[in-house]
């Protein structure tokens, strides 16, 4: 036993570079809403100037730390008012991707300057030891664990008791609201900002001389603080250093006692996952922040660009020299890796971090198998990249329930463990020596270094077939499933498209494409080295696939020259000689700049004006709203104004349904039928419970007790799509339209949600479109037809939500439930929609349910009322009954026939 606790206490070295870095990060985001990535590098930057200034200039220690400490600090705050306070109303990614190139571009600046070696340092600290008992106390440690302790205790009291702390708190609340209070938000954030960067300076320089000064180490031992900030939520400092205690202590039992080489290094990633997985959310709550993620490309491939890169080939391959043409090869090839995030992040929206590590697996399986097994290329590859796949569906299990830069988190863990477990281990790699292996197929050689030009064939056309891949499946059904997920996953799983496949399978194209293009990148020349496979690596990849535009096919190819190994490299070496030694640096502040300037990423630009110049040369043909134009105009001249569509007949009975949120019962032993046909009514005062229940029948909230059934078959249990795909279909009161998507998209986005076949087939051929009578007859009832090609972010409000009701009917559900229909709208369209509202019970026979404040439409609408109050029945009848209700009078309508209510998105 005391043997175990003499280990642990050499742990706490760790523990309080752990608990430093993370009480920064916590700092940080209370102050400015912001992970930053870069407190690593932050910290870095300082330990390399305290080392400068005291080992190479010889100043004293504390006169070093001081300097060292004050000039992160003053970083920090120029962080924060240089770039951060730009980015205040960008969304989170933008500003996270702004902490990444600020990484690159620090750790890229220390690299320049002090190479990668190991540099052991001194410590001011005594090296000797206590003892009690038999377990013996390193002074250094103690005294590092002391310095932390204290810290974090002071800065639980500051932020607890003083005017700064609760300043902190009250920006962390609501930056508007502080601001009103004489609270400057910039303020705060520039003082938090600048703390937590000299926070990360102290915890570097502390502990140097126990890890050692490396540049590329001390960035990764820092991202592992994340886990503790993590763990604490971001908030709370003390649960940030008993985190970090049992981080670093762990972390050296680990060392100590396993003898898988990597796990223990590994340790705090795969907490962050296991964190993760456990405080996720299968379907985001009510109050999630939609973030707005980059422009999507159409995914047309324009043939003549297509044309004009095979002849550019042809004519590279046979003028220019090998150097060239090998760097051409390279840049194709990853940027075929690169296509793995236009899939993953552009139309899916899930921000991996772990692609690079994960595509690195692909090309060890593949060169494991050549230099061991002696397997032909081939066959090796098609295992490489089955083997990824089935990886990069195992990351994304964490994905089902992380989302935004909480996937980033987790994905990054996963990719560092994957990186210091397999690809750090030599035992598996063959070491810096590398994994010997050929580029040969059937006796043809294509090998960088002997035959470049065959090289840029193959990388050019696996790019090729790999973005015409892409492009179909953007164009096809499942492009628009991917599209309505990552724009609104509630929206879409109200709908019934499966969230969760959707996701698996974007996860597992972007994982095969990634193996593909990192093999043909890393095995150019004949030997790999997997220590390639970092996660700097995989962020600055990642980031340089936002500059070119991580929605567009082409934006790789605008974005892979800033790699290493590229032809930027070649040109920064041969054109520009020396400036490729710059490159990651040149690539950060490129990075820091478009997220400055333009976060959609130069492929948009050139969309744009290469659409300027096609819409002059002729209109711009749209099939699908030709399509949908023609089958509408088509009904009209047939003269068939009623609608085709009836629904499959299903009543809906709630039974005394109760839910609760912590110890507030929100709604209580509610029952109420809605049948086929019929219009109910579900009014009652602000925060009466009625959206909750609405959110408990279909499967959005959890239930304390009662049921839901459809035609008697209990659904109390079962998710949101399959509760729409049984019929029972929603319209938000907050609206949840997918804004990157036209109207006629978001229409047709519920269409034939249950087809799996599409998966496959759009890879291949993208079916077009078929409108489905529902989708017509949406339209036409709804009055749309004028507004099918605009993106609905740019519709006006009253259009956005009728666009929103029609979205909800067009797959002819049998139960429709609606919340605040008529909010934003105005009087005349109010009529209007009450008119629908009732066509849509009498001529589409749906069972309708819905929540109104208006109460001269509700009056109109519905068949009967019932009205809550504190989440319980406090009456039910014909609308005129309810109406003069005594009880309903005194809770909610008082002397008022309309009681206004601005919608949650008017309010927002
Ligand atoms: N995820 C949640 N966690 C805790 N409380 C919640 C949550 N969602 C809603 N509530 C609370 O439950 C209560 C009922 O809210 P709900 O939105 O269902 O009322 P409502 O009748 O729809 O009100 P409104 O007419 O304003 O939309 C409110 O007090 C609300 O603050």
Redesign the pocket.
């Known amino acids: 036993m005391s043997a175990v606790l003499g280990v642990a206490v050499l742990g706490l070295g760790l523990s309080a570079l752990y608990a430093l870095a993370s009480l920064g990060i916590v700092l940080i985001y209370r102050g400015s809403g912001v992970i930053n990535f870069a407190q690593g590098a932050v910290g870095l930057c300082a330990a390399y100037i305290w080392f400068e200034l005291h080992i190479n200039q010889g100043w004293g220690y504390p006169a070093a730390l001081l300097i060292a400490v004050a000039a992160a600090a003053a970083v920090g705050a120029l962080i924060h008012i240089g770039l951060m306070r730009q980015l205040k109303s960008a969304s989170s990614l933008a500003r996270t991707i702004a902490t990444l190139g600020l990484l690159i571009s620090l750790q890229a600046l220390v690299i320049l300057r002090y190479g990668t070696n190991v540099n052991v340092v001194p410590s001011a600290l005594p090296t000797g030891a206590w003892t009690i008992g038999d377990v013996t106390f390193p002074q250094d440690r103690v005294i590092l664990i002391s310095i932390a302790f204290a810290l974090s205790a002071g800065l639980w009291w500051m932020y607890r008791f003083t005017d700064f702390g609760r300043a902190t708190s009250a920006v962390a609340e609501d930056q508007t609201l502080s601001a009103a209070v004489g609270v400057s938000p910039d303020v705060v954030a520039t003082v938090n900002w600048a703390l937590g960067c000299g926070l990360a300076a102290l915890a570097a320089i502390l502990v140097a001389p126990i890890i050692t000064l490396q540049a590329s180490s001390m960035t990764t031992l820092v991202l592992a603080a994340l886990a503790a900030a993590l763990i604490a939520q971001f908030r709370s400092f003390p649960v940030a250093f008993i985190a970090s205690v049992a981080l670093g202590v762990g972390q050296t039992i680990l060392t100590r006692y396993t003898t898988q080489p990597g796990l223990a290094a590994a340790a705090p990633f795969l907490v962050i996952v296991v964190v993760m997985i456990v405080r996720g959310q299968a379907v985001p709550?009510?109050?999630h922040v939609l973030a707005r993620l980059p422009a999507v490309g159409t995914g047309r491939l324009r043939a003549p660009l297509v044309l004009a890169g095979v002849v550019g080939t042809i004519v590279l391959a046979n003028v220019s020299s090998d150097a060239w043409t090998q760097s051409f090869g390279a840049t194709f090839a990853l940027s075929l890796f690169m296509l793995s995030f236009v899939v993953l992040i552009g139309y899916v929206g899930q921000i991996s971090l772990a692609q690079w590590p994960l595509a690195g697996f692909g090309a060890w399986v593949a060169g494991r198998l050549g230099a061991s097994q002696g397997m032909p290329l081939l066959p090796a590859i098609v295992i490489g990249i089955l083997a990824t796949v089935a990886l990069g569906v195992v990351i994304a299990l964490p994905a089902l329930r992380a989302r935004g830069i909480k996937l980033a988190i987790v994905t990054l863990g996963l990719g560092t463990a994957l990186e210091l477990m397999l690809f750090q281990n030599s035992t598996y790699t063959g070491g810096l020596s590398g994994t010997a292996v050929q580029l040969e197929i059937a006796g043809w050689n294509f090998d960088a270094g002997t035959h470049p030009d065959r090289y840029l064939f193959v990388t050019f056309g696996a790019f090729v077939l790999a973005a015409i891949v892409v492009t179909n499946m953007r164009r096809g059904l499942v492009g628009r499933r991917m599209l309505a997920v990552r724009t609104n996953e509630r929206a879409a799983a109200a709908l019934g498209i499966g969230v969760r496949s959707v996701k698996l399978y974007g996860f597992a194209v972007a994982a095969g494409i990634a193996a593909l293009g990192a093999i043909l990148f890393s095995f150019a020349v004949g030997i790999v080295d997997y220590t390639e496979f970092s996660s700097f690596h995989s962020i600055l990849y990642t980031c340089l696939a936002f500059v070119g535009g991580i929605g567009f096919v082409s934006g790789p190819l605008l974005g892979s020259p800033l790699a290493p190994g590229t032809v930027g490299t070649q040109f920064g070496t041969v054109v520009l000689s020396g400036v490729a030694t710059y490159l990651s640096l040149i690539g950060g502040v490129v990075l820091i700049l478009s997220v400055l300037l333009n976060q959609d990423g130069i492929a948009k630009d050139l969309a744009t004006s290469v659409r300027q110049i096609t819409s002059r040369l002729g209109p711009r043909h749209q099939p699908q709203q030709s399509t949908v134009r023609r089958q509408l105009a088509d009904d009209s001249a047939d003269g068939a104004t009623r609608t085709r569509t009836r629904v499959r007949p299903s009543a809906l009975a709630v039974d005394r349904l109760s839910v609760r949120?912590?110890n507030?019962v929100?709604?209580d032993d509610v029952s109420l039928a809605v049948r086929p046909g019929q219009v109910i009514g579900l009014i009652?005062?602000?925060?009466?419970?009625?959206?909750?229940?609405l959110?408990a029948v279909t499967g959005f909230?959890r239930v304390a007790s009662g049921r839901v059934t459809l035609n008697d078959d209990d659904m109390t249990r079962c998710s949101p799509v399959f509760r729409a795909r049984a019929g029972v279909s929603r319209a938000f009161?907050s609206l949840e339209l997918f804004e990157d998507l036209t109207a006629l998209e978001n229409i047709v986005a519920a269409t034939d949600p249950t087809s799996r076949s599409c998966y496959l087939r759009d890879l291949v051929h993208p079916a077009p479109l078929k409108f489905s009578a529902g989708v017509l007859d949406a339209i036409r009832e709804f009055q749309l037809e004028q507004d099918l090609d605009r993106p609905a972010s740019e519709l006006p409000y009253g259009r956005r939500r009728l666009l929103a009701i029609a979205r909800a009917v067009a797959n002819g559900p049998s139960v429709l439930l609606l919340?605040?229909p008529a909010a934003g709208l105005s009087g005349e369209e109010t009529r209007e929609l009450a008119t629908v509202v009732r066509r849509l019970a009498r001529d589409w026979g749906m069972a309708v349910l819905l929540?109104e404040?208006d109460v001269e439409f509700v009056l109109e609408t519905c068949d009967e009322l019932v009205v809550?109050n504190f989440?319980r029945v406090i009456s039910r009848g014909a609308p005129l009954e309810v109406r003069n209700d005594p009880a309903v009078v005194a809770a909610y309508l008082g002397g008022e026939t309309k009681v206004p209510?601005p919608s949650?998105e008017l309010r927002r």
């Open positions: 709550l009510r109050d949120y912590g507030v929100v709604v009652g005062p602000n925060g009466a419970g009625k959206t909750t229940l959110d909230t009161q919340d605040e929540i404040h809550l989440g209510s949650k």
